[in-house]
């Protein structure tokens, strides 16, 4: 498994095998700063066979099993065991928008974007259910993986 940093003109790329992640050099506030907004609404299209990714059994496991306690707060977990969390709750991640996360319950269905500060929850209206609009509710990483999930899972 190795990590791979490159540059092409202003951007900085970093890649492994499990995630990759595209930065711009801003000469403003920080030298860093994330290009593409996790919160941009995907387009819902849900099709588990054509936006899943193929994911080999033996990693996903190993993630799971280095998850911090369910106590612990989100903050406190890698990227990698924050996927593999998701993906045990039954979330897919879009082909689109790798910080986009689809889940499709026989109640309802939402989006999960990881934004940079906040983990965004917006149960679709398109989904099952009576929703009149999109519902978002906002979480911080600060929470526990167990409140989170219970606030997730509980529906809108």
Request: with cysteine.
């Amino acid at each position: 498994m190795s990590t791979v940093f490159f540059s092409v003109s202003n951007f900085i790329f970093f890649s492994n095998p499990n995630y990759s992640v595209r930065y711009s050099i801003s000469p403003k506030a920080t030298p860093f700063r994330l290009v593409r907004s996790p919160r941009r609404l995907a387009t819902p299209v849900f099709s588990k066979s054509s936006e899943a990714e193929e994911v080999s059994a033996a990693p996903e496991d190993e993630w799971l099993k280095r998850l911090p306690d369910k106590k612990k707060p989100l903050y406190s977990h890698s990227l990698p065991c924050i996927e593999a969390w998701l993906r045990s709750l039954g979330f897919f991640q879009s082909r689109e928008d790798r910080a986009v996360w689809l889940i499709e319950k026989p109640e309802w269905h939402a989006q999960l974007s990881l934004d940079v500060t906040d983990l965004y929850v917006r149960y679709l209206k398109t989904g099952p259910g009576n929703l009149e609009k999109d519902m978002e509710r906002r979480f911080s990483y600060a929470l526990s993986r167990e409140d989170i999930e219970n606030a997730v899972l509980g529906g809108p």
